[in-house]
């Protein structure tokens, strides 16, 4: 075996799986500040599935639905709802890593594959992961086209960016028991290391709870962050996900930026809504965090989570769930120094969700 760990060079886009893909990224659009700058389907020759690409600084989505009920997109959709299909890592070899990683027990799910038009060829596999997501390595230094071959530009993509910046992470829920094994699956492939645990005693609220792993790669670019449900008086949000999710998945993607106060704002004039946070949480915020040089009133106004470590602090809001499931929601993070996830945070966040579930019936 290659004592040498393939080198992923950051996440490359996530692709969702959507029951209308054109709804999807209006919404993605109009809700969250995304270009449209590309798409495929029945008028750029493809005849299994309708997709449309999606930029805002270094963040890219695509949106995919089928176009005949017995399409694997359908599948998908159905058993899932509008969810992560595949998250795609940028690479320099896609031959050499997905041969890396099948001698160190990856399952290949699609082998090297190359795709050719006028504007180059771009190379890309894929292997299973948790669930029904996929991991896609993709180089893309030999295409020069809008997204890939069978994709066409879109001529006047609107502008509407409110300063989301990169992917900072995004979190997988997996069932109870499996955290150990999808730890080592990133370890043993990927050469990620353990940065952060977090036991059901310290994440969650004591009614419901979850242990977590932060799983990131060498030089820091990809962090994974991996949830299991842990047994407590009630159902968690993790148990609720897996349930309605049917099975592990992306629960949320978290999206950076350098001024949440400003981008929450947008995003509440955009009707964008967030996970309501008791006030309680604000009466005790300052004496638990100190002065970080922040406006408690415009933080306590806004809805936003603050949190603290020996590296700086960071601001977060949730999103409430983004289709009519209650599964994958999006997080928005600005780091001021702080490499956390917010656990100081995470029994407000817990709490908030609890009274979702209340007021849904599936607590």
Same mark, same amino acid.
């Given at each position: 075996m290659?004592?040498?760990?393939?080198?992923?060079?950051? =996440?490359?886009?996530i692709? $969702?799986?959507?029951?209308?893909?054109v +709804?999807a990224?209006?919404?993605?659009?109009?809700?969250f500040? %995304?270009?449209?700058?590309?798409?495929?389907?029945?008028t750029?020759?493809? /005849?299994? +599935?309708?997709?449309?690409?999606?930029?805002?600084?270094?963040?890219? $989505?695509v949106?995919?639905s089928?176009l005949?009920?017995?399409?694997?997109?359908?599948?998908?959709?159905? $058993?899932h709802?509008?969810?992560? #299909?595949?998250v795609?890592?940028?690479?320099?070899?896609?031959?050499?890593?997905?041969?890396?990683?099948?001698?160190? *027990?990856?399952?290949?799910?699609?082998?090297l594959?190359?795709w050719?038009?006028?504007?180059?060829e771009?190379?890309?596999?894929? =292997?299973?992961?948790?669930?029904?997501?996929?991991?896609? %390595?993709?180089?893309?230094s030999d295409?020069?086209?809008?997204?890939?071959?069978?994709?066409?530009?879109?001529?006047?993509? +609107?502008e509407?960016?409110? *300063?989301?910046?990169?992917i900072?992470?995004?979190?997988?829920?997996?069932?109870?028991?499996?955290?150990?094994? /999808?730890?080592?699956?990133?370890?043993?492939?990927?050469? %990620?290391?353990?940065t952060?645990?977090?036991?059901?005693?310290?994440y969650?609220?004591?009614?419901?709870?979850?242990?977590?792993?932060?799983? +990131?790669?060498p030089d820091?670019v990809?962090?994974?962050p991996l949830?299991?449900?842990?047994?407590?008086?009630? #159902?968690?949000?993790?148990?609720?996900?897996?349930? %309605?999710?049917?099975?592990? *998945?992306?629960?949320?993607?978290?999206?950076?930026?350098?001024?949440?106060?400003?981008?929450?704002?947008?995003?509440?004039?955009?009707c964008?809504?967030?996970?309501? =946070?008791?006030?309680?949480?604000?009466?005790e915020?300052? *004496?638990?965090?100190?002065?970080i040089?922040?406006?408690?009133d415009? =933080?306590?106004?806004s809805?936003?989570?603050v949190?603290?470590?020996?590296d700086?602090?960071?601001?977060?809001?949730?999103?409430?769930?983004?289709?009519?499931?209650?599964?994958?929601? $999006?997080?928005?993070?600005?780091?001021?120094?702080s490499s956390g996830?917010?656990?100081?945070?995470?029994r407000?966040?817990?709490k908030?969700?609890?009274?979702?579930?209340?007021?849904r019936?599936?607590?």
């Amino acid at each position: 075996m290659d004592a040498e760990f393939p080198i992923l060079k950051g =996440i490359d886009h996530i692709e $969702l799986y959507v029951g209308n893909a054109v +709804q999807a990224a209006e919404y993605y659009r109009s809700m969250f500040g %995304f270009k449209i700058v590309a798409h495929s389907g029945l008028t750029t020759g493809r /005849w299994d +599935q309708t997709a449309y690409v999606l930029e805002q600084n270094d963040i890219r $989505l695509v949106v995919a639905s089928a176009l005949s009920p017995d399409s694997p997109i359908a599948r998908h959709s159905s $058993l899932h709802g509008d969810s992560v #299909k595949s998250v795609a890592f940028a690479v320099s070899d896609v031959e050499s890593t997905v041969n890396a990683v099948r001698e160190r *027990g990856a399952t290949v799910v699609a082998p090297l594959t190359t795709w050719k038009d006028e504007y180059g060829e771009l190379r890309f596999a894929s =292997i299973k992961a948790y669930g029904d997501v996929i991991h896609t %390595f993709i180089d893309r230094s030999d295409y020069h086209g809008s997204f890939a071959p069978h994709y066409h530009a879109c001529d006047n993509p +609107q502008e509407s960016e409110i *300063g989301l910046t990169r992917i900072d992470h995004l979190v997988a829920s997996v069932d109870r028991g499996a955290l150990d094994s /999808w730890s080592r699956f990133y370890e043993g492939l990927f050469g %990620f290391s353990q940065t952060a645990s977090y036991p059901g005693d310290c994440y969650g609220t004591g009614d419901t709870s979850a242990a977590c792993r932060v799983m +990131q790669s060498p030089d820091g670019v990809i962090t994974l962050p991996l949830n299991e449900p842990v047994v407590g008086r009630f #159902k968690s949000q993790v148990d609720e996900f897996l349930e %309605f999710h049917n099975g592990p *998945g992306v629960q949320h993607i978290a999206f950076s930026t350098n001024d949440l106060l400003s981008v929450v704002r947008e995003l509440r004039a955009r009707c964008v809504e967030f996970l309501p =946070i008791a006030s309680d949480y604000y009466s005790e915020l300052a *004496g638990r965090i100190g002065d970080i040089g922040v406006d408690f009133d415009a =933080i306590r106004d806004s809805g936003i989570l603050v949190d603290c470590d020996e590296d700086g602090h960071l601001l977060q809001v949730f999103t409430r769930p983004v289709s009519g499931r209650p599964t994958m929601f $999006l997080e928005i993070i600005q780091r001021v120094g702080s490499s956390g996830f917010g656990v100081g945070n995470c029994r407000a966040m817990f709490k908030s969700i609890e009274r979702e579930q209340h007021h849904r019936g599936t607590l």
